[in-house]
């Protein structure tokens, strides 16, 4: 199965707010990341617009021509400006103000009225719903009850247990990597399209482009690191090959 790959361009608008300027565009960047083979762009709006702001997304709207993800929290603002926008898919995060990045998986057994309830409206509006979960069976059994059409397995504790400054041993890995591929298969059985992504590098994408059935990886940091060195197009060219084992 190919894998497709999404990439996520928030850290370009990171890059630009810094100086609250016009570059680096992230429309240009999207446009960079289309033509060297991504399968389409994510971006986040956050409550805070830290760094993609409302603007960017009625722009890549007209400018991405693949698939454009928006990820959002569940909030009556974010399900508004999704429903005008329309995103191919809408992916509901959890977000607080004080983090760096996503912490987590969002927990829909906690939240399932509201979270339900967003999801309903941008049903209604044609967007494809995904849910990006830690990787726990009844979060995604939740996230089935509650209409989405895909999960995101957060990979954060993959990323962290394979990060190169960390001595941890083989068996915590794999141990790791047997969660998700239990839970991508739970989600395939009922149903669920499967995504995956958080902290997915060069180094550690591999392993993850093998779970059956994963058939999608949101990455974004990494790729736009690399590209700040060698540019978006070699950026992403070089993490289709590591997807595909080619690297």
Same mark, same amino acid.
């Given at each position: 199965m190919t894998i497709r790959l999404n990439v996520n361009i928030d850290h370009i608008a990171t890059i630009r707010q810094a100086r609250r300027t016009w570059e680096?565009?992230?429309s240009a960047a999207a446009v960079l990341a289309d033509l060297a083979g991504a399968s389409g762009i994510t971006v986040h709006l956050r409550g805070d617009r830290r760094h993609i702001q409302d603007e960017d997304v009625r722009i890549l709207r007209s400018v991405v021509r693949t698939h454009l993800n928006l990820e959002m929290a569940?909030? !009556? !603002?974010?399900? +508004? &400006?999704a429903c005008e926008v329309r995103p191919n898919t809408s992916t509901l995060v959890p977000e607080r103000a004080d983090e760096i990045t996503t912490e987590g998986g969002l927990d829909v057994l906690a939240h399932e009225a509201e979270i339900e309830n967003?999801? +309903?409206e941008l049903s209604e509006g044609g967007v494809l719903i995904s &849910?990006?979960?830690d990787p726990d069976k009844a979060q995604i059994d939740a996230s089935k009850r509650i209409g989405a059409h895909q999960i995101e397995i957060c990979t954060a504790r993959y990323a962290e247990l394979t990060d190169p400054a960390r001595a941890v041993g083989q068996g915590q890995i794999e141990a790791e990597l047997a969660r998700i591929s239990e839970c991508a298969s739970r989600a395939g059985e009922l149903g669920l399209q499967v995504a995956a992504g958080h902290g997915l590098t060069y180094r550690n994408v591999g392993a993850i482009a093998e779970i059956y059935p994963i058939e999608e990886l949101n990455i974004g940091h990494n790729i736009v690191a690399r590209a700040a060195l060698v540019g978006m197009e070699r950026a992403v060219k070089e993490m289709i090959d590591a997807i595909n084992g080619r690297a």
């Open positions: 680096p565009s992230v569940a909030t !009556e !603002e974010m399900v +508004r &400006i967003a999801v +309903r &849910i990006f979960i």
